[in-house]
């Protein structure tokens, strides 16, 4: 088969609607949600910097817990928060269904 050039090539997937992310639910794909200890909370915001889907939701500069709606339960925030002394400020739980 005879290579095509860039112009003959099939499109791929287009984006009509930007910023439509923001309708899909995406917290109804979590298995484990996480938990915030707050006594044990330090207010670095890691968990807010590693998120990857803007969850952890920041009041007057303070972690004020997540938004599950879109919290996919990776456990990333879990994993990366020091907590205070040792004492995680986040932990895993499983989902009840
Ligand atoms: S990473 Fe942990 S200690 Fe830091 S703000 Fe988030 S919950 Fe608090
Ligand atoms: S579990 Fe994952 S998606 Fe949910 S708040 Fe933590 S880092 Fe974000």
């Known amino acids: 088969m ?11 997937p287009v984006i009509t609607n930007p910023g439509n992310s923001i ?11 996480p938990v915030s200890l707050k006594e044990n909370c330090i207010n ?3 968990c807010w910097l590693y ?4 969850a ?6 303070k972690m004020d817990g997540f938004d ?3 919290c996919k339960g990776c456990g990333i925030c879990a994993l990366e928060c020091p ?3 040792g004492k995680k400020a986040i932990v895993m739980q499983e989902e009840d269904k």
């Open 23 to 33: 309708l899909i639910k995406t917290g109804s794909w979590r298995s484990f949600m």
């Open 2 to 12: 005879k290579p095509r050039g860039i112009r003959e090539l099939d499109a791929g």
């Open 51 to 54: 998120c990857p889907d803007m």
């Open 83 to 85: 907590g205070k002394k």
């Open 56 to 61: 952890v939701k920041v009041n007057d500069g």
């Open 44 to 46: 670095c915001l890691f």
């Open 68 to 70: 599950y709606d879109y």
